[in-house]
């Protein structure tokens, strides 16, 4: 299969590359416009590989988008490219209506035009695939089923509400056009070569650094976590086997507090690496609240590990001795970010 995916220098769309490279025969075009987030290095084995594409363009440069179809003649779209951190919508929403709504619609055009074009067969074959995010469900109380993919919207922050118009979009140009789209809805995921600027690598890097660990709130917020090599691997089952019309949430089971993933972040540097001032949960400072702060995402997977035959494989505990081993590893990739991009400031705690 010939995928164009965006957003490939990205977290989880730079897993999915090294998945189907690794893992797989397709084949890949990288449409990444290289924001602050992205790093080249998270592809660079796949990159080595004849089966591997990219090309830097932005998804709401319509044109580029239409050039860049019919010079690959894709088989399916994996659509990845999104601004994705809360923090960041609070501080400056702007971008987050461009890249996700925008962007989103650019790249639902291109691909329509291109999909007329193909013969019956190569039609009917196409796929659209939109992966999202739980946030778009809102929040849910402590005893709340946690959500399915027949939950109703109910976006509450910048990010999730320009992700939910995402969906809206995707959903809609299956049922106006017929373009062979569905959408996939995730947790939270973590693992390796993740921007410093989220929770776990953030707390992860400042742990290793002896720096002070910032927790919202009270820290009793609970979110839904997935490994995110688990989570290509669903991805890739998806674009391969998915339904039009249909919708997979994906998750891990493996709900905790934000608390409760920083006190276990500590325990495992403190096995792998003592620290001679004492445990690092020390370090640990409650800060302000961000605004809008939702209580508690989960998501049940059920839906998807059955008809994706899929299922993850990695326990929270497990995941994350993984990614911290990963840091104390790779020092050289965190340290060039923080010196250039990003200092380790938590941002979205207040609105002006």
Not at 101 to 123: H, N, P
Not at 199 to 207: E, G, K, R
Not at 242 to 250: L, N
Request: charged share 25%.
């Amino acid at each position: 299969m010939r995928i164009l995916l965006t957003g490939g220098c990205g977290f989880i769309g730079s897993a999915v590359i090294r998945h189907i490279i690794r893992d797989t025969t397709h084949s890949i075009l990288n449409v990444d416009c290289m924001t602050y987030a992205a790093s080249e290095e998270t592809v660079e084995d796949a990159a080595a590989s004849g089966r591997y594409e990219f090309a830097r363009a932005n998804i709401v440069n319509g044109s580029e988008l239409s050039r860049l179809f019919e010079t690959f003649r894709p088989q399916a779209v994996m659509h990845l490219a999104a601004e994705s951190h809360v923090d960041r919508s609070i501080d400056g929403p702007g971008v987050f209506i461009q890249t996700n709504v925008v962007g989103t619609y650019s790249l639902l055009e291109a691909a329509r035009k291109y999909w007329l074009t193909l013969d019956k067969a190569d039609r009917a074959a196409f796929r659209f695939h939109h992966i999202s995010t739980d946030e778009v469900f809102g929040a849910l109380e402590p005893n709340d089923p946690p959500f399915t993919e027949t939950t109703p919207y109910d976006p509450r922050s910048p990010y999730s509400a320009s992700k939910a118009s995402s969906d809206h979009l995707v959903r809609a140009w299956y049922h106006t056009y017929g373009l062979p789209t569905f959408v996939t809805n995730t947790t939270n995921n973590y693992g390796i070569w993740h921007f410093p600027e989220k929770l776990i690598p953030l707390i992860t890097i400042n742990a290793i650094e002896g720096k002070d660990l910032p927790v919202y709130g009270d820290g009793k917020n609970v979110r839904d976590w997935l490994f995110v090599e688990d989570h290509a691997e669903a991805l890739v089952k998806a674009v391969e086997t998915g339904v039009p019309g249909e919708t997979y949430a994906i998750g891990a089971r493996q709900p905790r507090t934000n608390l409760e993933v920083v006190e276990t972040i500590c325990n495992v540097l403190d096995e792998l690496v003592p620290d001679p001032a004492g445990p690092r949960t020390r370090l640990i400072k409650f800060v302000t609240d961000r605004p809008g702060h939702d209580f508690r995402y989960e998501i049940d997977p059920s839906h998807a590990e059955q008809a994706l035959d899929w299922k993850a494989k990695h326990t929270f505990e497990t995941g994350i001795r993984r990614t911290v081993q990963w840091y104390l590893d790779n020092r050289d990739w965190w340290e060039g970010i923080r010196a250039r991009r990003y200092t380790g400031t938590r941002l979205g705690s207040t609105v002006e």
